[in-house]
T-cell receptor, first 114, second 111 residues
Framework: AQSVTQPDIHITVSEGASLELRCNYS??????LFWYVQSPGQGLQLLLK??????LVQGIKGFEAEFKRSQSSFNLRKPSVHWSDAAEYFC????????????FGDGTTLTVKP | DVKVTQSSRYLVKRTGEKVFLECVQD?????MFWYRQDPGLGLRLIYF???????EKGDIPEGYSVSREKKERFSLILESASTNQTSMYLC??????????FGPGTRLTVT
């Protein structure tokens, strides 16, 4: 069975500082990996995805993530956080063998200090 | 642009009422999902459909049913609403195991 762990429930960073949100997954083969963002009262929006190939993937809004197979991790990064990045972030893992379903982490809430 | 729409953003119902939540996608995706989201519990899958008239129970199907008569539409039904079904309900669709596209959510309050 696949699983996703986001170790940090809540992270606070200052505007302009760098950000790293952690994600660890458990899956036997190469997974499909995703990061989604959810603003308050809204649905989830895809930030970026990894299926295969280059392990550093670029997404929208200046985010990037790196797939590290040896560490079973897919951490999300941004070099300089903006106040509008305050939201909840979800990491997810999917697989063709799981009939199209994804497993989501519990989310990390990001607060941005002025 | 890809779109998933949900019939209501906010809904207030009384205990015991039958509640229909509808979701429509315009991407010709075969997979559609219903989740509920509660503080501290993340996203929990209620039901999943991988084709018209095909459905599969998710992690928390009790008290819910679903209907998928057309490919683009996936309905969630609360047969007899209860206060513990007060929640945010999110619909999503996907092509195979690729990324899911989410609707804006329906915040349901059962009083």
């Amino acid at each position: 069975a696949q699983s996703v762990t986001q170790p940090d429930i809540h992270i606070t960073v200052s505007e302009g500082a760098s950000l790293e949100l952690r994600c660890n997954y458990s899956y036997g083969a190469t997974p499909y990996l995703f990061w989604y963002v959810q603003s308050p009262g809204q649905g989830l929006q895809l930030l970026l995805k990894y299926f295969s190939g280059d392990t550093l993937v670029q997404g929208i809004k200046g985010f990037e993530a790196e797939f590290k197979r040896s560490q079973s991790s897919f951490n999300l990064r941004k070099p300089s956080v903006h106040w509008s990045d305050a939201a909840e972030y979800f990491c997810a893992v999917g697989a063709v063998t799981n009939a199209g379903k994804s497993t989501f982490g519990d989310g990390t809430t990001l607060t941005v200090k002025p | 642009d890809v779109k998933v729409t949900q019939s209501s953003r906010y809904l207030v119902k009384r205990t015991g009422e039958k509640v229909f939540l509808e979701c429509v996608q315009d991407m010709d995706h075969e997979n559609m999902f219903w989740y509920r989201q509660d503080p501290g519990l993340g996203l929990r899958l209620i039901y999943f459909s991988y084709d018209v008239k095909m459905k599969e129970k998710g992690d928390i199907p009790e008290g819910y049913s679903v209907s998928r008569e057309k490919k683009e539409r996936f309905s969630l039904i609360l047969e007899s609403a209860s206060t513990n079904q007060t929640s945010m309900y999110l619909c999503a669709s996907s092509f195979m195991a690729y990324e899911q596209y989410f609707g804006p959510g329906t915040r349901l309050t059962v009083t």
